[in-house]
Every structure is written in structure tokens, then in C-alpha cells.
């Protein structure tokens, strides 16, 4: 079984800077595309950044230059450095991961950004 399990969010102010954490473990022998996806109170969930396992990077216009995806292969596990964070960006942020041969898409339970102003 597979977990994809997130940390390092909190509580942080307007300007601020956040790094979350995305590990996954169990039985995995390749993990594809790794990803971060952000929910707002009444909103839709939305694409925050991807990056494959080659390390191509894929961001939401509103997070461009100022959030950075990267992963680490060896430790199966990806980051999201937040900076210069806005009220706008508070949400539940979720970790998404492609594994395996067939792609089984699996999502972490999320972890809670919240940006006072």
C-alpha cells in the first residue's frame, strides 16, 4: 500500500515563506510525476506545480516565480518552497503521485497553509 504523506504547513504572514513536504512510501518501485495541488474554503481544487521524474517543472500562473517545486528520487519524496506568500494562497495543500508502471494515481491527505494579512 502506498502513503503519500505531507507536512510543513501552518501558519504564516503576508511576505512570508513556507517549505512543504511530500513523502511516500510502501511498496514502490517508481514514482512518475509527483505534484502539489491547493483548496480553498469554496473553491475548486487547483494545480499549485508538477514535476516529472526527470525533473520538467509545471506551474499554476499564479505561483509563478515565487513557488519552487523540486523532489528528491532517492528519498521518494518532493518539495514545494512557497515565498512571498499572499492571503490568496491560503488553502488545504494535497500531494499527488503517478506510480508504477501502470500510473496508479494516489493523493496524500493534505496539509493546511494559512496566510494572515
Known amino acids: 500500500q502506498v502513503q503519500l504523506v505531507e507536512s510543513g504547513g501552518g501558519l504564516v504572514q503576508v511576505g512570508g515563506s513556507l517549505r512543504l513536504s511530500c513523502a511516500a512510501s510502501?511498496?514502490?518501485?517508481?514514482?512518475?510525476?509527483m505534484g502539489w495541488y491547493r483548496q480553498a474554503p469554496g473553491k475548486q481544487r487547483e494545480l499549485v506545480a508538477t514535476?516529472?521524474?526527470?525533473?520538467?517543472?509545471k506551474y499554476a500562473d499564479s505561483v509563478k516565480g515565487r513557488f519552487t517545486i523540486s523532489r528528491d528520487n532517492a528519498e521518494n519524496t518532493a518539495y514545494l518552497q512557497m515565498n512571498s506568500l499572499k492571503p490568496e494562497d491560503t488553502a488545504v495543500y494535497y500531494c499527488?503521485?503517478?506510480?508504477?508502471?501502470?500510473?496508479?494515481?494516489?493523493w496524500g491527505k493534505g496539509t493546511l497553509v494559512n496566510v494572515s494579512s
Open positions: 514535476i516529472t521524474s526527470g525533473g520538467s517543472t
Open positions: 499527488n503521485a503517478y506510480i508504477g508502471a501502470y500510473e496508479m494515481n494516489y
Open positions: 510502501g511498496s514502490i518501485f517508481s514514482i512518475n510525476s
